[in-house]
């Protein structure tokens, strides 16, 4: 019989699911480790397994070779902590209490997590990075963090016990250097681990490091479609502060950092701390790239939509070249797992805490339902005895990711865990598995920077309906299949009346299912 465990390593004896094995063959169940490799706001348009305009991802698209692409992974609530409280207890924000990055109420770490539980089953647990939740880490034998967003250069690391030190080099190298570190001082190579390698790249402001500065500098990207959308019929589309084309938004130094002696802009005091931690040698790399484009930049006084493309062209390239890093570090490290022969019974998950916008809508940032930032990029590489391969196009969340790694490690998923194990569709065969029809998002974080008002919503396969609520009463409806871009609000229009019911009722019918309290503030007929 296959042994489940509990929380506190109580080890039952009750099968865990009627599946067809024989009790021999449960017996021989592998526990796969786990080796869970998150990034910050790396959408799926930089990730050339999705998309080809932009990037070349060769490390990452390798996570799919052996395994699975997702191409419909949306997450609960797109934003950085929000996300993370979603991914580890399973529960969507409301159930979870973290809510929104800004109030400063820390992440509640007394209560379960999938680290927690698959510590009770005898896993290792580890996580090196962003955590992002205020509150120190539970739920891990080992773990050593970034403070809060954390820094590209020479950052600030927290230890377990509290101590803090500044480590040399490139953040995204660093936190590898950690990760693999682990992998290989392991002291019990025969338990099973969890390894949460999860990355401050790609967050904003897009620091590359200084091997990379020179890249895609002759290359010219395209624009997307709708980047100078004048937001029509979408009224929180309008108010919304995060135009590339606003330097009130994005910031000329701090973002896309233009800064000559005498210059000045709302946001400089953050670029400097950022370069401010450089030492001399990198300081002088980063001046002797930046310093010809800032002269280039300053004499010719570009105006109007020549102005908003090239700060659409230096974004891209500043984005891509600190993914050029993230790339190589996800080789380094299967590259090691490759080596040391543990492809084969490990799960390898790729993600990021959210999509982005790169342009689209004539945005960066995330934040809203709409499909850059509420789609969030989900590759895995599967052991041996899952047998999925290829593009899987059921509507997964992040608030699945904790009962698949339960079920995975033989746990118990618990009732009050509202996300749905993805193990199903790993597993191959041509049983076509039931799954669900509809997903839920809320976003709660305003007033705040970006100004995205809260709203909630149902996406269908085929449609989305939104709710914008507190300073504003707005609906939105779109069909995703003849408007994939979200451009026509078709909310009210003549003829959408029974899709537009129907949606409400599966709206009102999620918010019941996740017992969300906003459905008492506005019940929905
Ligand atoms: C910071 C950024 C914002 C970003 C939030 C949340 N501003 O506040 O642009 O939306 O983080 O990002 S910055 O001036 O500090 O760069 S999240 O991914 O952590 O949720
Ligand atoms: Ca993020």
Redesign the pocket.
Known sequence: MKAIYSLGTALMALPLCACTQSADEKQEAPRYNIVFIMT??HTAQMLSAYDTRYAQTPNLDRIAQDGVKFNHSFVANS???PSRACMVTGKHSHKNGYTD?ESGKPFDGSQPTFPKYLQGAGYETAIFGKW?LISEPTGFDTWRIVPG?GDYYNPTIINQDGSREIIDGYLTNIITDMSLDWLENREDKTRPFALLIHHKAQ???WMPDTCNLALYEDMTFPLPENFFDDYEGREAAKTAEMRIDNPDHMDII?DLKMLRPGETSR?KA?YDAFIGRMNAEQRAAWDAFYNPIIEEYYSSNLQGKELAEWRFQRYIRDYLKTLKSLDDNVGRVLDYLEEKNLLENTLVVYTS??GFYMGEHGWF??RFMYEESFNTPLLMHLPKGLEARGEINEMVQNIDYAPTFLEIAGVEIPDDIQGKSILPLLRGGDEKVQWRDALYYHFYEYPA??AVKRHYGVRTERYKLIHFYNDIDVWELYDLQEDPSEMNNLYGQPGTEEITQQLRTRLKELQEEYDDPIRHKFPIE
């Open positions: 910050d706001d934003l950085s902590g990055n992002h967003q967050h904003r402001n701090y946001l953050n805490d959210q940032d995330k920077e970006h």
